[in-house]
């Protein structure tokens, strides 16, 4: 009400202004529009399109200023809304055995670009109050990204991004690193996060996997590459290790799946998928206040030029220069030599 408010009062105002103009025009008519007295008949409308565009005008203003007090007001409960978000955090293999091509449908990708396309599937389809994070793990764990709003921030690190190089190199603890990834969420609030580690299993050893924080609600354990013929690798038989796999999605309360054909299931990812809106229609009340103010301020502009040119068949002259433009008679040519 407030923007409609200041533009019934604005045009209120500029009638009554334009009231008291066309008076005061009246009296010297005759001064401004010569000897017929009046303007074109089209200029009796002026005086109303000008109040209009002043009330448009201000409805703009007023609105646009209102929704950024609004949008500042909502930043303020930015804090409120992080805590109740949801935490997408991937953990991600970046041992050497990530790079044997082997997994895919057809078995002709890497482990790492299949890792990708499964990450880019979940991410098409969660949507909601979500914060994403990326912890990659080879010989320990490193938080890449975390409490991010822009899923682009977690392709951008599945994109070909080369973590392995902050790793130390030495063969993969599987147990020791999901340890201490577990240990970075630890600090998030209860029930807030959800883990996807995905890796094929390959490792030395399997240390002890301590109990998940209660600030995990769920874990995905998805498994990539070959879980049948195996590659040499560093003096091993390489494959997906689904007994491995298994081990670590009970000893963390949750549920391995096999992704090396197949995408992790919707109805797996629960209440992360959100069904989206379809897209409005129509303008935003932004774009129409940006609008009115636009063509308000146009009008305005362009009011005293037609009414310059088109406003009246009255041209004041200035006689001086009209007098200096003609040719002087022969007689005064020759006085004046």
């Not at 109040?51 to 950024?68: E, I, Y």
């Not at 409960?77 to 055995?97: E, H, I, N, Y």
Request: glycine share 10%; net charge neutral.
């Amino acid at each position: 009400m407030t923007p409609l408010l200041a533009a019934l009062a604005v045009l209120l105002l500029a009638s009554l202004a334009e009231w008291l103009h066309v008076r005061r025009i009246r009296a010297v008519g005759r001064l401004a529009f010569g000897p017929a007295g009046q303007p074109h008949g089209w200029t009796r409308g002026v005086p109303l399109l000008r109040s209009l565009a002043l009330a448009a005008f201000t409805w703009g203003l007023v609105t646009l200023f209102l929704l950024k007090l609004a949008e500042k007001e909502g930043g303020n409960r930015k804090s409120g809304a992080d805590k109740d978000a949801t935490r997408l955090v991937f953990v991600a293999d970046l041992s050497p055995s990530m790079h044997l091509t082997d997994a895919g449908p057809e078995g002709k990708q890497t482990r790492a670009v299949r890792v990708r396309e499964v990450v880019e599937g979940i991410l098409h389809r969660v949507s909601g109050n979500l914060r994403f994070g990326v912890i990659g793990f080879w010989t320990d764990s490193q938080p890449v990204v975390m409490e991010a709003r822009d899923p682009e921030l977690v392709r951008n690190v599945f994109n070909g991004l080369p973590l392995s190089y902050a790793m130390r190199d030495g063969p993969t603890d599987l147990g020791k690193a999901l340890n201490e990834a577990v240990k970075l969420v630890a600090d998030f609030p209860d029930g807030s996060t959800r883990l996807i580690v995905v890796t094929d299993g390959d490792c030395v050893s399997l240390a002890p996997i301590a109990p998940r924080p209660k600030s995990v609600k769920e874990v995905f354990v998805l498994g990539v590459g070959n879980p049948q013929k195996g590659t040499f690798i560093d003096g091993h038989q390489s494959r997906q290790e689904g007994d491995t796999l298994r081990a670590v999605a009970s000893a963390l309360q949750g549920t391995y799946t096999d992704v090396n054909e197949k995408h992790l299931p919707t109805t797996a990812l629960g209440d992360l998928v959100v069904t989206m809106a379809p897209p409005r229609k129509g303008f935003t009340l932004a774009e129409l206040a940006v609008m009115a103010m636009a063509l308000g301020a146009t009008v305005l502009a362009l009011i005293p030029v037609a009414l310059e040119y088109f406003g009246s068949d009255w041209r004041v002259s200035h006689p001086e220069r009209e007098d200096a433009s003609q040719p002087q008679p022969q007689e005064a040519r020759a006085g004046a030599r």
